[in-house]
């Protein structure tokens, strides 16, 4: 069983960056696809950006596709979400899952069983 952690949110001025990171536990998570979703206020859970187990594929959402970039490290167990050119429509919690059953990445929130806690992330304008 995989064990995921957030880290790296906070508060950001609008132009700004940040960047995510989801430390892993266990040797499985190398074979998993992973992906990073967010979820605002009143609104349900959508997929942002996943990658594949290997790092050489990956989907973005539309409304990120340019401003962020999903990558990981098998080797530190990490997967990284760098975040630029930030919007106050980006403000939500950010979550990462790992998708058990594939190791290509894709873009159902129910693909993904396995989630961390959230990290708050908030864009002021």
């Known amino acids: 069983q995989v064990q995921l952690v957030e880290s790296g949110g906070g508060l950001v001025q609008a132009g700004g960056s940040l960047r995510l990171s989801c430390a892993a536990s266990?040797?499985?998570?190398?074979?998993?696809?992973m992906g990073w979703f967010r979820q605002a206020p009143g609104k349900e859970r959508e997929v942002v950006a996943a990658?594949?187990?290997?790092?050489?594929?990956?989907y973005y959402a539309d409304s990120v596709k340019g401003r962020f970039t999903i990558a990981r490290d098998n080797a530190k167990n990490t997967v990284y979400l760098q975040m630029s050119s930030l919007k106050p429509e980006d403000t939500a919690v950010y979550y990462c899952?790992?998708?058990?059953?594939?190791?290509?990445?894709?873009?159902?929130?129910?693909?993904?069983?396995?989630w961390g806690q959230g990290t708050q992330v908030t864009v002021s304008s």
């Open positions: 990658i594949s187990w290997s790092g050489d594929s990956t």
């Open positions: 899952g790992a998708d058990r059953t594939a190791s290509y990445p894709r873009a159902s929130v129910q693909a993904y069983d396995t």
């Open positions: 266990g040797r499985a998570f190398r074979n998993y696809a």
